[in-house]
């Protein structure tokens, strides 16, 4: 794994304990007294938010960061923070997941930095997740509960509470979810009118009439479900049937559409974009143009949103104070605005993306857009990791457009009996 230790204070805190400890002609080891200097403790930070390439910058830059905001960091203890092989490297990485895994039984890092990846294209035939499932993760009480920390924390407050809550487990806050993206679409709002009122279920959507709504819907695929599973009653939130007619919707929907078809302008709607890597969209304060902002309406008629990044303590650290605060500063307002701890991905802390108040990599909207954002985010009705159970179903969906009607059936079939079970075996 890649390591960088974050010694940025040690050598100025060592000359400052062996100045004090020194009256006026007296030798340091005199000044002592016999007194050993304290030795600061060490927490290792793990990360794993990147898909490949070198790790070493965002290590040498989360040291800095930490070094800076969280409490106590440089004075007290000392962070080294460790990075996972990244997914490009399967032969590293999946030995050393084995390895750490076992290690947690007694110890492991103190803190993770995580992001799950997911691969519907099938490039990376053997891809593993540290917390595949971090419900599951949560069931098996590998996390540090957090509510004695974080009681009178007012930062807390500054949070989604949609997406905190889905860190929890039996009321107890077990994990961070730092960032997480919505699956949707922008449509110019000077060229573009919607002929059905909104907000309606997925499937209402995708059976409501209007060809255009009935497209963006079916771009939703895992997220048209919502919350996938009940991980302590082992079942999948929906039924095989249900499965079955979204998924033939959403590819009816996606059968000879066109810009005739939807009564729209050409190139008047952007369609399948992630909501989280805002940076990446033509959603720009400098814009002039305007959009709103369709997401992919989940079974309650809300919007899902889909985790990027998160963030919890080992349950087994030494040093539970201390792994607070590292934990601390990444769910504040620096860290949020942060792109090693955020990526580009929709911040959890509220507030952000205004002039002024930026996201990670410097992004911010004008007030129309940004009001639009805060719309959708304020309907967030489900949580969702991204898991096995997104991938398999996120796959179906993308896939069934190329599927004949007279096979549908039976595709639909395997894919709901295989996540049947991955959840039983999650």
């Not at 007694?106 to 499932?133: A, I, Q, S, W």
């Not at 960032?179 to 995708?206: C, H, Q, W, Y």
């Not at 990791?385 to 069934?400: H, R, S, V, Y």
Request: aromatic fraction near 8%.
């Amino acid at each position: 794994m890649k390591k960088y230790l974050c010694l940025l204070l040690s050598a100025v805190l060592l000359m400052i304990a062996l100045l004090g400890g020194c009256s006026q002609g007296e030798s340091p080891s005199e000044g002592k007294s016999g007194q050993e200097e304290k030795e600061l403790p060490t927490l290792t930070l793990l990360i794993d938010t990147v898909m490949g390439g070198d790790t070493s910058s965002q290590c040498e830059e989360l040291c800095r960061f930490l070094n800076e905001n969280a409490a106590g960091c440089g004075e007290d203890y000392l962070v080294e923070v460790e990075a996972l092989p990244t997914i490009e490297e399967p032969d590293k990485r999946n030995p050393t997941l084995t390895g750490l895994h076992m290690e947690l039984l007694t110890g492991g890092p103190d803190v993770f930095l995580m992001r799950n990846f997911y691969d519907v294209y099938g490039h990376f035939t053997d891809l593993k997740n540290f917390f595949p499932y971090p419900v599951s993760a949560m069931r098996q009480r590998l996390f540090l509960p957090l509510d004695e920390y974080m009681a009178g924390d007012s930062v807390w407050e500054k949070l989604r509470p949609q997406l905190l809550a889905a860190g929890q487990y039996q009321g107890s806050q077990q994990l961070v979810p730092l960032s997480f993206r919505i699956s949707g679409s922008l449509a110019d709002k000077e060229l573009v009118t919607l002929n059905r009122e909104l907000p309606m279920s997925g499937a209402e959507m995708l059976s409501c009439g209007d060809s255009l709504l009935e497209y963006l819907a079916a771009q939703g695929g895992a997220d048209l479900l919502g919350v996938l599973a009940d991980y302590e009653e082992e079942t999948l939130s929906f039924t095989e049937e249900e499965l079955l007619g979204l998924v033939r919707r959403a590819r009816e929907a996606q059968q000879g559409t066109s810009w005739e078809d939807w009564g729209v302008p050409e190139g008047s709607v952007i369609s399948s974009l992630s909501l989280g890597p805002v940076n990446d969209s033509i959603l720009r304060a400098d814009e002039e143009v305007n959009y709103r902002m369709i997401p992919a309406y989940n079974r309650e008629g809300g919007v899902t949103a889909r985790v990027e990044h998160f963030a919890a303590v080992n349950r087994s650290t030494e040093h539970p104070e201390a792994a607070y605060a590292i934990l601390r500063a990444l769910v504040g307002e620096m860290g949020q605005r942060n792109q090693e701890v955020t990526g580009f991905a929709l911040p959890v802390y509220m507030g952000l993306g205004r002039k002024g108040t930026p996201c990670a990599g410097g992004w911010y909207l004008d007030q129309w857009d940004y009001e639009q954002l805060e719309g959708l985010q304020e309907q967030i009705s489900a949580v969702e990791f991204n898991t096995p159970l997104c991938g398999e179903a996120d796959k179906l969906f993308q896939q069934c457009v190329q599927i004949e009607e007279g096979e549908l059936e039976q595709a639909v079939h395997e894919a709901y009996t295989r996540m049947r079970m991955m959840l039983a075996e999650s």
